[in-house]
């Protein structure tokens, strides 16, 4: 079978062209359509002057009359390939004559553009075409400095062209100083509505935005994205405020527009074609366009959604061409990227569910890469789309009968919140509830770890029986202190902390804040200066939670923000522990322990105790639950301490009377004998090297005194009146022991 001319053309074989092309003649088949982009890709490669021959063979061979409108078009394209054809020159002229000589205007443009009077070929061509197309009303643009101009008059006999400017001044110029300043624009431009029509716009935004939208398409090329488009309409046609909610109805419009094609997600790139695109045409070439499974169903889901919108079935064709696109991604990541391919079959999986593509029988491809790998659980958990994971769940029972409710329990930590009323299913129906309860327990002794998990737990799961979930008040403790924390002590991996927060801020967002207010408004004084003083330094929320928070609070305990009298001194705050960096460390690494060494023992003796039978009368299982509560206590105590707590730094401590970290030297006045006390935190107090907290009664009595003062301190077990010789400041460097580890 012979090849199209095209293909010739392509290749640049010039002999095979000329061949084939006189072959078509001989037989009267000679596709004169088709001609003119064959020739330009042979000017395209450097081949056009070979041409002149063959089209002017062509030319005299074909009759004028039947084929004016294309034998003009071929002879225009072979003078543009041959410029220096005197006899192609005639041949066009002879050819604009039989189509356009009726015109008034014909012969004055004709002479305008240089083709009868032996001017240059190619730019006479250019003359002509423009001029000739050219009516009153039609808008251009200049290629120098984009002003927008339109066509007011049209002088037919004189060949000269009126164009009015977006001023309303006007400029009679010939028909080739149009050509070379000015090329055509879409009326419906952009550039134009906004340069004569400037009313108009007002209107397009909010009646017809699709066709506002299309107009910035032409203005940029037929291809812009979302983020262009906001520059060119945010603030100055559409507000920042309403940006948001007028983009989405747009988008969701230009969707189903058949000229507008859309890909990408962040920016949405949106390309105008004016050929047409259908839905099925829209979705293949986002298909094609993406490499990744969770966008592809992402793309699918839409398309399908659309379908049923519009009461039509998908199309066939299109779900085949998808399935074949997606099954060679999954062919080449099955042996060096398992979790990829299980993706990739998962959206295969999908569109078998949906049409008749792929194997009508046996297995799906998912469940075969399920059931063969080693740790399903991990392929699962390395999906990165809620849906992948819903398909992978309808997946595991049938590609792991034998232990996919193990591979259920051990998905709880990873999964997604909006997958976990879904774990807690399958688990309940396998009667694997209690594997689901020790992650619960694990997430509640360390919430940082399980930011999903205790999202959901905050929520409410769907069907809460058989489970043992803390109560909101006990869970909103726990995350406040961790965030709390993450500000202050802790140190996690940076994405970590990121996700959490993200996660607990989004927790308590939900409802507008609603859970929140009402266990702020139900807390009593006492738990409202813990409250008040966690949520004031909380910093990866965002100001709006922080403040809500607080208003909420200051609604209910307005007492708490009631100005004192008189300013509280340091060491009468209730509300703040001082105490020095490397006690704040000591109190950290104590918290480590707990959480990262006893609770984790704690919760694998529980587990323990829990598979040897009836709970009712297990010893073990019962102490291993009160040891756990009371390892919850002291964490909540220690996270209740490190969220108050504040550093002291040597700049802090008086000298001049006694206070936060001053050393002092007291003699007995009874037999004139002398002892040394440095007055620290609580995380700091050590009585042994004379390191007593601030809080303690004998440091009390002692607080604000002066050198010369005298006070009765019980020390030693008995009460005596002391003189205070000395005060130095104890954090000095100088001043410093070489022993222990606390700077005093």
Known sequence: MRQPLREYARRGDLAGFETRCLELLENGELPLSDLPACFHDFVAAGMGEHLATLAQMILENIDFKENVQEALAVACAALYACPSSDELRRTAIELYRLVHGGRPDFEAILESSGLSTGGPARSALRVLDFCLALNVGDTLISRTDGRVVEVLEVDRHRGLFTLRRGDRSSTTIPAREVVSEYERIDPNDFRVIRQFRPEKLSELISVNPVALVIGLLHSHGGSMDSDQLKDELVPRYVSPSDWPKWWAGVRTQLKR??????????????????????????????????????????????????????????????????????????????????????????????????????????????????READDPSSLVAALDSEELWMLALDQLPLARPADWADVVVKLVPSAPASQLDRLLELARSAGRIDGFQRHIDDALTDVLDYPELVYWLWKGPADPSGLNVADDGELFSRILETLVALDTTLNPPRDGAKHFRSRMKAAFELRGYGKV???????????????????????????NAREHMLKVLRQRHPGLWARRAEPVAPWEDPDVIWTTAAGIERKVAERDELVNVKMRENAIRIGEAGRLGDLSENSEFRFALEERDLLRARLAQLNRELSIARALSPQDVPTDHVGLGTRVRLRRVADGSERQMTFLGPFDADTDRGIYSYRAPVAQKLMGRRVGDSVLLAVDGKEDEFEIVAIENGLAVEAAPAAGSAPV
């Open 257 to 370: 527009h058949p000229h507008v094609l859309m890909e990408g997600r962040n920016p949405v790139i949106v390309r105008y074609s004016e050929q047409g695109v259908t839905l099925e045409a829209q979705t293949w070439h986002e298909v094609a366009s993406f490499s990744h499974p969770a966008r592809w169903l992402a793309i699918l889901e839409s398309y399908f959604r659309e379908q049923r919108q519009q009461k039509l079935p998908p199309d066939p064709d299109l779900l085949q061409r998808c399935y074949d696109r997606i099954s060679e991604y999954v062919s080449r990541a099955r042996q060096r990227r398992p979790a990829e391919a299980l993706a990739g079959a998962l959206v295969l999986a999908r569109l078998q569910a949906v049409g008749e593509t792929g194997s009508a029988v046996g297995e799906s491809i998912a469940a075969e890469i399920l």
């Open 517 to 543: 207010s009402e266990l702020l408004r139900n807390c009593d004084a006492a738990s409202a200066v813990t409250l008040r003083r966690q949520i004031e330094r909380l910093r990866g929320l965002g100001e």
